[in-house]
């Protein structure tokens, strides 16, 4: 089935209320054609997301945040609320990505609670995973990948709720990408246990590819089976790189 595609950018810890102006930029290419068939997403930090947000108004560029809390409310100093990323003119959250799994020590349990929470509050869940290079060196791409989607994906994952990107940590900022036949069987794996745990709707739940996707080589990645988008760093804070990948869609 060939989903409509999304590509969405992580901003990570880049930007600033100048690089809005890109957000006008890659609105002003996101012409007729690439609207027809691709969705595009960016996701900036979180002192930017209302800015963001109005900066994104009336283009169908949708606005994503990086990271949530768990719970809706308390102490909980420097955390963010679901709700509070919707107020903010959020429509997704990416959770999971192997930075916050890194340098916050997030567990796979912590991931799933957060995706909950966001779904919950009616955002999407971006639920990254990814292995890293010891993990591929040592033949465990796979079983490590499995169990990521197996723990880290809420149960109540639906196509609407739900996007996984896969990104192979050793990927992400490195210039370095899998062959399109090891993509083409990471992402053949994550359907087929989305489908064992979620049913067949499931089927209909987008898996992005990310991990140093350019202009230059996003056609080959997203004409990969499965491969419904591109979760995109560095390339996203510029509008010609972006669209440039986008038009992978063209
Ligand atoms: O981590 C990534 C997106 O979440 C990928 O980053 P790069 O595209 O910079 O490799």
């Not at 595009?40 to 002192?47: E, Q, R």
């Not at 869940?125 to 040592?138: L, S």
């Not at 510029?238 to 990948?245: E, H, P, Q, T, Y």
Request: glycine letters at 10%; hydrophobic letters at 45%.
């Amino acid at each position: 089935m060939a989903l409509r595609p999304l590509v969405a950018g992580n901003w990570k810890m880049n930007g600033s209320k100048k690089a809005l102006e890109e957000i006008g930029a890659m609105a002003e290419g996101y012409d007729a054609t690439l609207r027809g068939k691709v969705d595009l997403m960016i996701c900036p930090p979180a002192t930017l997301l209302q800015l963001a947000a109005t900066s994104a108004l009336g283009t169908r560029i949708a606005i994503g945040a990086q990271d949530c809390h768990t719970e809706t409310t308390g102490a909980f100093t420097g955390d963010i609320a679901p709700d509070m990323l919707v107020e903010s003119g959020a429509t997704a959250v990416i959770v999971g990505h192997s930075e916050r799994r890194q340098y916050h020590a997030e567990t796979d349990a912590l991931v799933a609670a957060k995706a909950f929470a966001a779904i919950r509050a009616g955002l999407t869940a971006i639920v990254c995973v990814g292995e890293t290079r010891a993990e591929r060196e040592a033949g465990k791409t796979l079983a490590v990948v499995g169990r990521q989607v197996q723990r880290s994906v809420p149960e109540d994952a639906t196509p609407e709720a739900v996007v996984v990107a896969y990104e192979p940590v050793w990927a992400i900022g490195t210039g370095l990408t899998p062959t399109a036949a090891d993509v083409a069987e990471v992402h053949a794996l994550i359907r087929k246990k989305l489908i064992q745990r979620h049913g067949k709707q499931a089927a209909g739940i987008r898996i992005l590819y990310g991990g140093s996707v350019k202009p230059s080589n996003a056609k080959e990645l997203m004409a990969v089976a499965n491969v419904d988008g591109a979760l995109v760093g560095g390339a996203s804070l510029k509008a010609a790189d972006f669209l440039g990948i986008a038009a992978a869609y063209r």
